[in-house]
Structure formats: C-alpha cells, structure tokens
C-alpha cells in the first residue's frame, strides 16, 4: 500500500521538478500538499480500518470495490517546449550580440566627438544627422 501512494505521489509532483525554478518554496510546498494530501489520507484510513475491523478481508474487498483512480495526464509536450526555449535563448542571445555591436558603435561616437561647449552648428549636424533643419520641409 505505501509503494503504492509512493508511486502516485511522485507521478503526481514530477512536473515540480520543471517548474521548480519559477515558483518560491512557499508555493511549492502548498502544491506538494495538495497534490499528496487525498492519497496520503485514503492510504491512513485505509491502514487503520485494516487495524480495527475484526474480519480480516473486508477492508481488502473495499479497497477493491471503491479503487481510487485518478489518471495521470502523459505528458507530451515537454520536448516541443524545451525546442521553443532552446530557441528563444539562441533568439536572445543573438539580439544581445547584435545590442552590443550598435551601443558599441554609439559609444565610440560619443568618444570621438567634440566637446558640446566647443562644438559649432556644422559640428553638430554631423555628429547628430537628426538635429539638421531640414529646409525643404520647414522652409
């Protein structure tokens, strides 16, 4: 009988081991809890009927007759979710890179150019392209 809520117990909490990461130990000890708490119970009550009733097999016979099944869903997905995460780190990683390179550039820039106190008009509209008056649409 422990095997047996053992076993239910661990295919019941196996997702927690995935999820462990997003969620704090407070929410995961409730879910625990939870998730082994009517097993754990049938399992107690079972015991101590085993225990009390005088006829030796009629809480067998019960057991048999009221069996507790609750399926377990099979868990499919996983491999196309560890795909899509595989992908969004290699997504992610690319766009820091690419982060990198355009700051880097911008960074230079700002190195290289000369003082604002020290700088003229012409000075600035070619650092800053976007600060030109542009003549033809604000004439």
Same mark, same amino acid.
């Given at each position: 009988?422990?095997?047996?809520?053992?076993?239910?117990?661990? @295919? #019941?909490?196996?997702?927690?081991?995935?999820?462990?990461?997003?969620?704090?130990?407070?929410?995961? #000890?409730?879910?625990?809890?939870?998730?082994?708490?009517?097993?754990?119970?049938?399992?107690?009550?079972?015991?101590?009927? #085993?225990?009390?009733?005088?006829?030796?097999?009629?809480?067998?016979?019960?057991?048999?007759?009221?069996?507790?099944?609750?399926?377990?869903?099979?868990?499919?997905?996983? @491999?196309?979710?560890?795909?899509?995460?595989?992908?969004?780190?290699?997504?992610?990683?690319?766009?820091?890179?690419?982060?990198?390179? #355009?700051?880097?550039?911008?960074?230079?820039?700002?190195?290289?150019?000369?003082?604002?106190?020290?700088?003229?008009?012409?000075?600035?509209?070619?650092?800053?392209?976007?600060?030109?008056?542009?003549?033809?649409?604000?004439?």
């Amino acid at each position: 009988m422990v095997l047996k809520v053992i076993g239910k117990v661990y @295919s #019941r909490t196996k997702f927690l081991a995935r999820v462990a990461k997003f969620l704090d130990i407070e929410t995961m #000890r409730t879910l625990t809890t939870s998730l082994i708490q009517c097993d754990y119970d049938y399992a107690c009550i079972l015991c101590y009927y #085993r225990t009390a009733v005088a006829r030796a097999g009629m809480v067998d016979e019960f057991e048999k007759k009221v069996a507790l099944t609750i399926p377990v869903p099979v868990v499919t997905q996983t @491999s196309a979710i560890d795909a899509q995460e595989e992908e969004a780190n290699k997504n992610a990683v690319a766009y820091l890179e690419v982060s990198k390179a #355009r700051l880097s550039s911008q960074l230079e820039k700002f190195h290289n150019m000369i003082l604002f106190d020290q700088m003229t008009f012409d000075n600035l509209n070619d650092t800053f392209p976007e600060t030109k008056l542009d003549k033809e649409k604000h004439p």
